[in-house]
């Protein structure tokens, strides 16, 4: 077993409703972004920019993802389903991501490489061909109201919603353009639009948004709320009524029972829905791994709670630990002052403290 050494920049892997058990890639190390979203579950930004810089280097993220990899030979663990960049803050910022994602391809070969992003740098070609390297696309666009978009996503000032809607659409033209060549892989883009009740659910933004899917025609739409602790105490998710409507306008019907039983922002109501999934899990041959020693399940806990919030059976499911020894972890880091806990809905949300 390769002794656990901590985990800056590898997390996870983690359940997402999009992607399925998700390995994550954190780019940027800290809190660093070009929005300041008020629903954000990262914690308090630390620098609002644009500048591309290597905020993690390639060489340094994927010598600790090669290290990630070895333990999970070591242990016998399923490969993850996807590995999604993202983190702390906006990944397309570190100019080093095309040598990411290569990196990742040659280390984790087979497993399908996906970008979460804002969208923000998406006005820039050459961050739109860097994009297409990936097999999955996850850009957001909360609202195409001005007014709204800066409530909600907080933007650096050089940012509009016009023009990083026009980067997504050429972006996707692009795509298209690309996917016509057999040779060529197709960038599938799933868009997330996250409704803040009281913010950006106005029907003026349904109906911009609802003209610019059209336009789009993106592989998949993810209308989302709040389901997790964010930032701002003001952030408040929409009603089911007014999340189900969006989806309904936005995505089609065909979409919604997918978004509605896949999204990992759709709340789990009960603690006994996840056990219930890894009961499931089992019965079907895929066990809990018990060959993970404490210190590297100490490690991916702290790696993991400090990019989101999350229950001990999220956390047991999406790592396919025990439960009791995830329990065990989470008590003693509790007490050493490493994490801390809150509540919503009646459940227990671990996250890391920050310095």
Same mark, same amino acid.
């Given at each position: 077993?390769?002794?656990?050494?901590?985990?800056?920049?590898?997390?996870? /892997?983690?359940?997402?409703?999009?992607?399925?058990?998700?390995?994550?890639?954190?780019?940027?190390?800290?809190?660093?972004?070009?929005?300041?979203?008020?629903?954000?579950?990262?914690?308090? $930004?630390?620098?609002?920019?644009?500048?591309?810089?290597?905020?993690?280097?390639? %060489?340094?993220?994927?010598?600790?993802?090669?290290?990630?990899?070895?333990?999970?030979?070591?242990?016998?663990?399923?490969?993850?389903?996807?590995?999604?960049?993202?983190?702390?803050?906006?990944?397309? $910022?570190?100019?080093?991501?095309?040598?990411?994602?290569?990196?990742?391809?040659?280390?984790?070969?087979?497993?399908?490489?996906?970008?979460?992003?804002?969208?923000?740098?998406?006005?820039?070609?050459?961050?739109?061909?860097?994009?297409?390297?990936?097999?999955?696309?996850? /850009?957001?666009?909360? @609202?195409?109201?001005?007014?709204?978009? !800066?409530?909600?996503?907080? #933007?650096?000032?050089?940012?509009? /919603?016009?023009?990083?809607?026009?980067?997504?659409? !050429?972006?996707?033209?692009?795509?298209?353009?690309?996917?016509?060549? @057999?040779?060529?892989?197709?960038?599938?883009?799933?868009?997330?639009?996250?409704?803040?009740?009281?913010?950006?659910?106005?029907?003026?933004?349904?109906?911009?948004?609802?003209?610019?899917?059209?336009?789009?025609?993106?592989?998949?739409?993810?209308?989302?709320?709040?389901? =997790? /602790?964010?930032?701002?105490?003001? #952030?408040? #998710?929409?009603?089911?009524?007014?999340?189900?409507?969006?989806?309904?306008?936005? !995505?089609?019907? #065909?979409?919604?029972?997918?978004?509605?039983?896949? =999204?990992?922002?759709?709340?789990?109501?009960?603690?006994?829905?996840?056990?219930?999934?890894?009961?499931?899990?089992?019965?079907?041959?895929?066990?809990?791994?018990?060959?993970?020693?404490?210190?590297?399940?100490?490690?991916?806990?702290?790696?993991?709670?400090?990019?989101?919030?999350?229950?001990? !059976?999220?956390? %047991?499911? %999406?790592?396919?630990?025990?439960?009791?020894?995830?329990?065990?972890?989470?008590?003693?880091?509790?007490?050493?002052?490493?994490?801390?806990?809150?509540?919503?809905?009646?459940?227990?949300?671990?996250?890391?403290?920050?310095?």
């Amino acid at each position: 077993m390769v002794q656990a050494q901590g985990y800056r920049y590898v997390f996870g /892997p983690v359940m997402s409703g999009r992607l399925g058990r998700s390995l994550g890639l954190d780019l940027l190390g800290r809190r660093v972004c070009s929005m300041n979203c008020v629903y954000c579950e990262s914690g308090p $930004l630390e620098q609002l920019t644009l500048a591309r810089r290597a905020y993690v280097p390639a %060489a340094e993220l994927l010598a600790e993802l090669e290290r990630w990899e070895a333990a999970r030979q070591a242990a016998g663990e399923a490969l993850p389903k996807v590995v999604s960049l993202g983190g702390l803050g906006e990944p397309t $910022l570190n100019s080093d991501l095309p040598a990411i994602i290569d990196g990742v391809r040659r280390l984790l070969p087979g497993v399908p490489v996906a970008v979460l992003t804002n969208a923000s740098l998406m006005t820039d070609p050459q961050v739109r061909q860097e994009l297409a390297k990936a097999d999955m696309l996850l /850009p957001s666009l909360d @609202s195409l109201v001005p007014e709204e978009f !800066a409530l909600v996503n907080r #933007a650096h000032p050089g940012l509009n /919603p016009k023009d990083i809607a026009d980067g997504i659409l !050429a972006f996707q033209e692009h795509s298209r353009a690309l996917g016509k060549d @057999s040779r060529a892989r197709h960038t599938k883009l799933f868009l997330e639009i996250l409704l803040v009740a009281g913010v950006n659910d106005s029907e003026r933004n349904l109906e911009l948004l609802a003209a610019f899917c059209n336009r789009l025609q993106p592989d998949r739409v993810d209308v989302v709320t709040l389901s =997790r /602790p964010g930032t701002e105490a003001l #952030a408040r #998710a929409v009603d089911p009524a007014t999340l189900a409507r969006w989806r309904e306008r936005l !995505a089609g019907q #065909a979409n919604l029972a997918a978004q509605a039983g896949e =999204r990992d922002n759709t709340r789990e109501r009960a603690e006994g829905t996840v056990g219930s999934r890894l009961a499931q899990r089992e019965k079907n041959g895929h066990k809990q791994n018990g060959s993970v020693q404490p210190e590297e399940l100490r490690a991916r806990l702290l790696a993991s709670l400090a990019r989101r919030p999350q229950t001990g !059976a999220q956390l %047991a499911e %999406a790592l396919l630990a025990d439960q009791g020894a995830v329990s065990t972890v989470l008590a003693e880091l509790l007490g050493a002052g490493r994490i801390a806990v809150r509540q919503q809905d009646g459940q227990d949300y671990y996250q890391a403290r920050t310095e």
